[in-house]
């Protein structure tokens, strides 16, 4: 009882019903009044905080009176937290008698209202609480406590000689204070702590303080550890469970977490909602869509956001309204979230597209003179999709904001709806201190020049000019990742070399990856043979047999389906068969080079094909596979010439691979 006291504590004031009188202003009759409701636990709570603040006789008089009655427990326990929240000295002896009741609950609310007051002469009085053999133990217990959780200097003495006492129950009681008091855990080892006293002792007033403060910050944090840890606990536990459920059961269950009060439940349940939504009956999606409304409503920005944007896939005319009214109303990161999920609404098709759409619109036209700017950029960003309003200038003009969050979000609706006009603004903004922007602004060039986007010639190599820059010399491996994929998506034959710089110059692992598929991509939309020949070689020469295979055997692929890259085959798969065999991948040549003797070719393509097949034989007798080295004689036996060195190497290898 005395722990939901101190809750409603603060937030009695806030509490409709009325307008809080003012300590100087209040009644102390009336207030006395509603102390004693016992149906109003919060006006109880308030009255309690408004007659301990009070300055007339009469209130302390009240007060006074009502902590000297301790059978109602609600009441002392409501005054007890008003005490301990002003640190109130007046009324350090009525607490001191209510430690001595017969009501646990009253004598812990005393206790923890008496641990926080600045009262001169509190610990001498403590310690002849704690002291006294007459007295019922818990109450000499509770004396201990409080000086432990005092943090006062003064009270070690008094706890010391406890712990070398021979009540089992106090010395427990000692050492639990003195714990509280160092930070240590020495238990009930009277030896040790009494070492840890003569090194604290002559600690001035100050130096104390700072060894409590340290002790305390410390335990904060392992406290705020054990508390993630146990939250992340239950996450863990909450998915368990969900997975586990049929997936009828589930819409039931992810109603039962937002019961919960941990925001990282409440956007499990509203991942989860979002998840199952396309996926259940009728009946279970209006249960989730309500799920959605309910966490739209939450109280952690996050997870509104969160909602508000899966909103935005339902189709519901009272979802419209809801985002409608977010739009006006809602926090920054909210009304955004609503204009964005506003917009999806508007694009999706159906009977009353056309009257949707222009009720969107006419909400996102008020919302673009937002005085949030995250809200005007995905006003005017859902306008342009709309095809309402020409968002992109709004948007460049954006990137050069003071506020991070604003140059972020301009950055990332630009990668949607960047042109040639705004080019200009976008490489200026590339300078940004901001490695999430600089990421976008990549995007947004990747959008404006892909595939030339019917630029002029000189503005589509400053581009990809600025992009290979980025790429070399980006602080962040984000960033240069997304310069390589954004090379991949627009750079030409041009590009390669910067990409393989970046491949052999011990960049981080991102960055490679990105630049490797952004060099096949290249290489593969190149359609150019001489280009793939000379990159081959280059492979070669640098020793990257694996790389070199999966840029021959990518390329393969993606020509053999154009026909305009038919006479290219051929020669890819002779170099492919190379490279395969440079490595010692035998097993994975020998079906291509069977496909190329299958090929008219002349005598000069008929001799080299059958060299490596004579390789393939040997690499096979090499790894002990005789019998399929007795394959590769078979296969050549068709297309050797009689007589000669080679028909003799095969001779020798048959004569090795029979048994």
């Given at each position: 009882?005395?722990?939901?006291?101190?809750?409603?504590?603060?937030l009695?004031l806030?509490?409709?019903?009325?307008?809080?009188?003012?300590?100087?202003?209040?009644?102390?009759?009336?207030?006395q009044?509603?102390?004693?409701d016992?149906?109003?636990?919060?006006?109880?709570?308030?009255?309690?905080?408004?007659l301990v603040?009070?300055?007339?006789?009469?209130?302390?008089?009240?007060?006074?009176?009502?902590?000297?009655?301790?059978?109602?427990?609600?009441?002392?326990?409501?005054?007890a937290?008003?005490?301990?929240?002003?640190?109130?000295?007046r009324f350090?002896?009525?607490?001191?008698?209510?430690?001595?009741?017969?009501?646990?609950?009253?004598?812990?609310?005393?206790?923890?209202a008496?641990?926080?007051?600045?009262?001169?002469?509190?610990?001498?009085?403590?310690?002849?609480?704690a002291?006294?053999?007459?007295?019922?133990?818990?109450?000499?217990?509770?004396?201990?406590?409080?000086?432990?959780?005092?943090?006062?200097?003064?009270?070690?003495?008094?706890?010391?000689?406890?712990?070398?006492?021979?009540?089992?129950?106090?010395?427990?009681?000692?050492?639990?204070?003195?714990?509280?008091?160092?930070?240590?855990?020495?238990?009930?080892?009277?030896?040790?702590?009494?070492?840890?006293?003569?090194?604290?002792?002559?600690?001035?007033?100050?130096?104390?303080?700072?060894?409590?403060?340290?002790?305390?910050?410390?335990?904060?944090?392992r406290?705020?550890?054990?508390?993630?840890?146990a939250?992340?606990?239950?996450?863990?536990?909450?998915?368990?469970?969900?997975?586990?459920?049929?997936?009828?059961?589930?819409?039931?269950?992810?109603?039962?977490?937002?019961e919960q009060d941990?925001?990282?439940?409440?956007?499990?349940?509203?991942?989860?909602?979002?998840?199952?939504?396309?996926?259940?009956?009728?009946?279970?999606?209006?249960?989730?869509?309500?799920?959605?409304?309910?966490?739209?409503?939450?109280?952690?920005?996050?997870?509104?956001?969160?909602?508000?944007?899966?909103?935005?896939?339902v189709?519901?005319?009272?979802v419209?309204?809801?985002?409608?009214t977010?739009?006006?109303?809602?926090?920054?990161?909210v009304?955004?979230?609503?204009?964005?999920?506003?917009?999806?609404?508007?694009r999706?098709?159906?009977?009353?597209?056309?009257?949707?759409?222009?009720?969107?619109?006419?909400?996102?036209?008020?919302?673009?003179?937002?005085?949030?700017l995250?809200?005007?950029?995905?006003?005017?960003?859902?306008?342009?999709?709309?095809?309402?309003?020409?968002?992109?200038p709004?948007?460049?003009?954006?990137l050069?904001?003071?506020?991070?969050?604003?140059?972020?979000t301009?950055?990332?609706?630009l990668?949607?709806?960047?042109?040639?006009?705004?080019?200009?603004?976008?490489?200026?903004?590339?300078?940004?201190a901001s490695?999430?922007?600089?990421?976008?602004?990549?995007?947004?060039l990747?959008?404006?020049?892909?595939?030339?986007?019917?630029?002029?010639?000189?503005?589509?190599?400053?581009?990809?000019?600025?992009?290979?820059?980025?790429?070399?010399?980006?602080?962040?491996?984000?960033?240069?990742?997304?310069?390589?994929?954004a090379?991949?998506?627009?750079?030409g034959?041009?590009?390669?070399?910067?990409?393989?710089?970046?491949?052999t110059?011990?960049?981080?692992?991102r960055?490679?990856?990105?630049?490797?598929?952004?060099?096949?991509?290249i290489?593969?939309?190149?359609?150019?043979?001489?280009l793939?020949?000379?990159?081959?070689?280059?492979m070669?020469?640098?020793?990257?047999?694996?790389?070199r295979?999966?840029?021959?055997?990518?390329?393969?692929?993606?020509?053999?389906?154009?026909?305009?890259?038919?006479?290219a085959?051929?020669?890819?798969?002779?170099?492919?068969?190379?490279?395969?065999?440079?490595l010692?991948?035998?097993?994975?040549?020998?079906?291509?080079?069977?496909?190329?003797?299958s090929?008219?070719?002349?005598?000069?393509?008929?001799?080299?094909?059958?060299?490596?097949?004579?390789?393939?034989?040997q690499?096979?007798?090499?790894?002990?596979?005789?019998?399929?080295?007795?394959?590769?004689?078979?296969?050549?036996?068709?297309y050797?010439?009689?007589?000669g060195?080679?028909?003799?190497?095969?001779?020798?290898l048959?004569?090795?691979?029979?048994?």
């Open positions: 009882m005395h722990a939901i006291s101190a809750i409603l504590l603060g009695g806030m509490m409709p019903g009325g307008d809080p009188a003012r300590p100087s202003d209040a009644d102390p009759a009336r207030l009044e509603t102390l004693h016992h149906r109003d636990p919060a006006g109880q709570s308030q009255a309690a905080l408004l603040q009070c300055t007339s006789d009469d209130a302390e008089n009240a007060v006074r009176q009502a902590l000297e009655q301790t059978e109602e427990v609600d009441v002392f326990t409501a005054l937290g008003a005490v301990r929240l002003c640190q109130d000295g350090a002896d009525q607490l001191l008698s209510a430690l001595r009741s017969v009501r646990p609950a009253v004598r812990q609310a005393a206790a923890e008496l641990a926080v007051l600045p009262h001169a002469d509190l610990t001498q009085r403590l310690k002849e609480v002291d006294d053999p007459k007295l019922e133990l818990p109450v000499r217990q509770a004396a201990l406590w409080v000086l432990g959780r005092s943090g006062r200097k003064d009270a070690v003495p008094v706890l010391l000689d406890h712990l070398e006492g021979d009540n089992e129950a106090l010395q427990s009681s000692a050492a639990d204070a003195l714990a509280e008091t160092a930070g240590q855990s020495y238990g009930v080892d009277a030896v040790r702590w009494r070492e840890w006293w003569d090194r604290h002792k002559d600690l001035s007033s100050e130096q104390w303080l700072e060894m409590r403060l340290a002790c305390q910050t410390s335990r904060v944090r406290l705020e550890g054990d508390l993630d840890r939250r992340m606990q239950v996450l863990r536990l909450q998915q368990q469970v969900y997975s586990r459920l049929p997936v009828a059961d589930r819409p039931a269950y992810i109603q039962m977490a937002l941990d925001p990282m439940v409440h956007a499990l349940a509203g991942h989860w909602a979002l998840e199952l939504l396309p996926n259940v009956e009728p009946a279970q999606q209006q249960i989730l869509v309500q799920v959605l409304f309910r966490l739209s409503h939450d109280g952690s920005v996050e997870v509104q956001r969160a909602a508000v944007l899966g909103l935005g896939r189709h519901d005319p009272a419209m309204d809801r985002l409608r977010l739009v006006q109303e809602g926090r920054p990161a009304r955004a979230a609503a204009a964005r999920a506003l917009a999806q609404q508007a999706e098709e159906g009977p009353d597209a056309k009257v949707r759409r222009d009720e969107v619109i006419a909400v996102l036209q008020k919302a673009v003179d937002d005085s949030a995250e809200v005007v950029v995905e006003a005017a960003d859902g306008l342009e999709s709309l095809g309402a309003l020409d968002a992109t709004v948007l460049a003009g954006l050069h904001h003071h506020s991070e969050a604003v140059r972020e301009a950055a990332q609706a990668e949607r709806s960047a042109d040639a006009a705004v080019l200009k603004d976008i490489l200026a903004a590339l300078d940004d490695p999430t922007v600089r990421f976008s602004l990549i995007g947004a990747a959008h404006v020049g892909r595939d030339g986007g019917g630029l002029a010639e000189e503005k589509q190599k400053q581009i990809l000019d600025k992009v290979e820059a980025v790429l070399q010399h980006d602080a962040d491996a984000g960033v240069r990742s997304r310069a390589a994929t090379l991949g998506e627009c750079g034959s041009a590009q390669l070399t910067a990409l393989w710089r970046s491949l110059a011990g960049e981080d692992g960055v490679q990856e990105k630049a490797w598929l952004a060099f096949v991509e290489a593969a939309r190149s359609n150019s043979l001489a793939v020949q000379d990159w081959d070689k280059t070669a020469a640098a020793k990257q047999g694996l790389r295979v999966q840029l021959l055997g990518e390329i393969l692929t993606r020509w053999q389906k154009k026909a305009e890259m038919k006479t085959v051929a020669p890819v798969e002779e170099m492919l068969v190379q490279a395969e065999l440079d010692g991948k035998w097993s994975a040549a020998f079906p291509l080079v069977r496909d190329l003797l090929r008219p070719g002349g005598e000069t393509e008929t001799n080299q094909r059958l060299h490596w097949l004579l390789t393939i034989g690499q096979a007798m090499q790894e002990g596979n005789k019998t399929e080295a007795l394959r590769a004689v078979q296969e050549a036996q068709p050797l010439p009689r007589g060195p080679l028909a003799e190497e095969f001779d020798k048959q004569k090795q691979a029979t048994p």
